[in-house]
């Protein structure tokens, strides 16, 4: 039964009803803003991890590459100087074989005089001397053969010096190519409010609500089994 001017059982199991569904689907939405804001936040903080991660490899790898220019430049640098100092000992040979050619010829030229000397004077005379001049000549072409020498062996060891030295500087280039670090850890995004949930809490809600208008409803005198 309901008083004068008041709602009937119907109307206010209707109104709740309402009320409740009402409540439950703001309450769904709500959630659903939440888990929305929430993964938002999450994705930003993703971001900044993987923006992180790209700088650290991108910063890794420019500066393997500035190293490989500077170990450029030092091999270039290397060929210069070992150019420069086969150079500089190939004149010193030349120069020295230079020298040794003019004083082989003079020596020549002395001991042609002394020869011719000797047969104006007898056998016997100029002979220390000839001798001398010999000696002289023999090592003044072994002084130029020995600078020939020296020069082409310097030349093979700047050579096998500059090729070690820029096998070693590939080697660095190669091994310290840096390898990416492991990949930040990324936070899960967040699951959504299931709407099945709030479907069963309305539906309860309407079970309730009939329950409380059955139990409010005017008795019928028909209805024996009320």
Excluded: H
């Excluded at 769904?28 to 992180?52: S, Y």
């Excluded at 609500?209 to 009320?226: M, T």
């Amino acid at each position: 039964m309901c008083s004068k001017g008041g709602l009937t059982a119907g109307q206010s199991a209707g109104i709740g009803f309402g009320l409740d569904a009402f409540g439950a689907l703001a309450g769904f939405g709500q959630q659903r803003r939440d888990v929305a804001r929430q993964n938002r936040a999450i994705a930003r903080q993703n971001q900044l991890a993987i923006n992180a991660y790209n700088t650290k490899n991108r910063n890794a790898e420019l500066a393997w590459r500035n190293d490989k220019l500077d170990s450029d430049r030092e091999v270039d640098l290397k060929w210069r100087e070992t150019r420069d100092a086969i150079s500089e000992a190939q004149i010193q040979a030349r120069e020295t074989m230079g020298k040794s050619a003019i004083a082989q010829q003079q020596i020549l030229t002395k001991m042609i005089n002394a020869g011719a000397g000797r047969e104006q004077t007898g056998r016997r005379s100029g002979r220390g001397s000839i001798a001398e001049l010999g000696s002289q000549y023999a090592a003044s072409a072994a002084r130029a053969a020995f600078s020939k020498d020296s020069a082409i062996l310097f030349q093979d060891k700047a050579g096998r010096n500059l090729s070690s030295f820029a096998a070693g500087k590939y080697v660095e280039y190669i091994t310290g190519r840096p390898s990416p670090a492991a990949p930040p850890i990324l936070q899960g995004m967040k699951k959504g409010p299931s709407f099945f949930n709030t479907a069963l809490n309305i539906a309860s809600s309407g079970f309730n609500r009939y329950k409380q208008w059955n139990d409010q409803r005017p008795d019928n005198p028909y209805n024996k089994n009320r």
